[in-house]
């Protein structure tokens, strides 16, 4: 199985190449289209900015890669919000995948949300072997709202989607590769997907 992480300008990728790897899958980190266009699964993962993550990925046309694969994707943290259709952060157009918008916590809490936190009305295959109301670990300012493609939700200051789906793409806000037994069973559950 061939396993390509979109290098794209964004932190926290070298926790999600181990954790990779810890499943037995050496993954390769790559910004060319080809290579993710071949790739049996695709990782979108990363901590950073929205308007200059985006920058990135319309200045090397992989905007328009990522929103045509078929093969099963993941997005992770800003990933998660940069397959949504806009965020708040900085008024940035994301690439649409998702129709769910991205928004800042609201400031009547402490802000960024870390630390752990359960997820709550799991469903799907990305979650299957995990106890009803699992923990996983966050460190995020903006959070997707809820919406058709939510598929489970967590509340920190208010409810959002801590993990979403569409067709062939999957997203989590959480750090799985943070999240101990919990995440690793995501992360493995991605990978069997379809399979």
Same mark, same amino acid.
């Given at each position: ?30 910004d060319d289209a ?57 008024? %940035? +157009?994301? &690439?649409?995948? $998702?129709?769910?918008?991205?928004? @800042? ?7 960024? *949300? ?5 997820l709550d009305g ?31 939700? %967590? +509340?920190? &200051?208010?409810? $959002?989607s801590a993990a979403?789906? @569409? ?7 959480? *750090? ?20």
């Amino acid at each position: 199985m061939t396993v390509a992480i979109v290098r794209y300008n964004a932190g926290n990728i070298l926790s999600v190449i181990n954790a990779v790897k810890r499943l037995g899958v050496e993954p390769v980190l790559t910004d060319d289209a080809a290579t993710l266009r071949r790739a049996d699964r695709v990782i979108f993962p990363g901590q950073g900015e929205a308007r200059s993550a985006m920058r990135y990925l319309r200045e090397r046309g992989l905007d328009a890669v990522l929103r045509s694969l078929t093969q099963p994707v993941l997005g992770i943290c800003i990933g998660l919000q940069l397959l949504c259709r806009h965020t708040e952060e900085n008024d %940035t +157009e994301g &690439l649409g995948v $998702f129709a769910e918008r991205v928004r @800042r916590f609201p400031a009547t809490g402490k802000v960024p *949300h870390v630390g752990w936190n359960t997820l709550d009305g799991t469903t799907g295959p990305l979650f299957d072997g995990l106890p009803e109301t699992p923990y996983v670990y966050y460190l995020h300012s903006y959070y997707a709202e809820t919406g058709p493609d939510t598929l489970a939700t %967590t +509340e920190y &200051l208010v409810p $959002f989607s801590a993990a979403l789906h @569409r067709d062939n793409f999957f997203a989590v806000q959480f *750090h799985p590769e943070k999240s101990g037994p919990v995440g690793e069973t995501i992360l493995r559950n991605f990978l069997n997907l379809f399979r």
